[in-house]
């Protein structure tokens, strides 16, 4: 079975300062790791994928993440946040050999909150 | 948001009620998804249709009863429901993958759905 863990309830940062959301997953294989935003009273949006490959992962308004297979982490990071960064984040996990299966397992999200 | 729409936004009604959720996605794809997003808890996958056939039933209750019409619109029809069913129903969107090619889901506003 697939699970991903958000340890962090919220996160409160500075505006300006570097932000860092965390997430560890557990899977039989190799995870596809995900990271996605939810705004107040709108739906998911998605930041970016892991796959393979790099393990830096680049997405989108400058966030960004890293995959860490010996620490079963997926950590999303941003150089500098921005006030508008405050939202709901969900990590989630895939695990593709689960063949046929198209469930993704979410975190339970982590509140950002950037102080002006 | 134009992507992925849901209607209505909100919904309250009774135990006894019939009602259905529509969703309708503008982006060409041919998967379509239902979840639940209740509060302090991680996102629930229940269900899954890869052109129009269902293909994934995540134990839900039979007072849930999802329609998939055409690969473009999703329904999730509702009755008898009970107050714990109270949450915010969010349809998603993907290409359906092929190979090893992984596709990241789009996701509607939601529908706050209230029982009383």
């Known amino acids: 079975a697939q699970s991903v863990a958000q340890p962090e309830d919220q996160v409160n940062v500075a505006e300006g300062n570097p932000l860092t959301v965390k997430c560890t997953y557990s899977?039989?294989?190799?995870?596809?790791l995900f990271w996605y935003v939810q705004y107040p009273n709108r739906g998911l949006q998605f930041l970016l994928k892991y796959i393979t490959g790099d393990n830096l992962v680049k997405g989108s308004y400058g966030f960004e993440a890293e995959f860490n297979k010996s620490q079963t982490s997926f950590h999303l990071k941003k150089p500098s946040a921005l006030v508008s960064d405050s939202a709901l984040y969900f990590c989630a996990v895939r695990d593709p050999t689960g063949a046929g299966s198209y469930q993704l397992t979410f975190g339970k999200g982590t509140k950002l909150s950037v102080i002006p | 948001e134009t992507g992925v729409t849901q209607t209505p936004r909100h919904l309250v009604m009774g135990m006894t009620n019939k009602k259905s959720l529509k969703c309708e996605q503008h982006l060409g794809h041919n998967a379509m998804y239902w979840y639940k997003q209740s509060a302090k808890k991680p996102l629930e996958l229940m269900f899954v249709y890869n052109f129009k056939e269902q293909t994934e039933n995540n134990s839900v209750p039979s007072r849930f009863s999802p329609e998939c019409p055409n690969s473009s619109h999703l329904f999730l029809h509702l009755h008898t429901l009970q107050p714990e069913d109270s949450a915010l129903y969010l349809c998603a969107s993907s290409q359906v993958e092929t190979g090893e090619r992984l596709y990241e889901q789009y996701f509607g506003p939601g529908t706050r759905l209230t029982v009383t």
């Open positions: 899977v039989s294989g190799n995870p596809y």
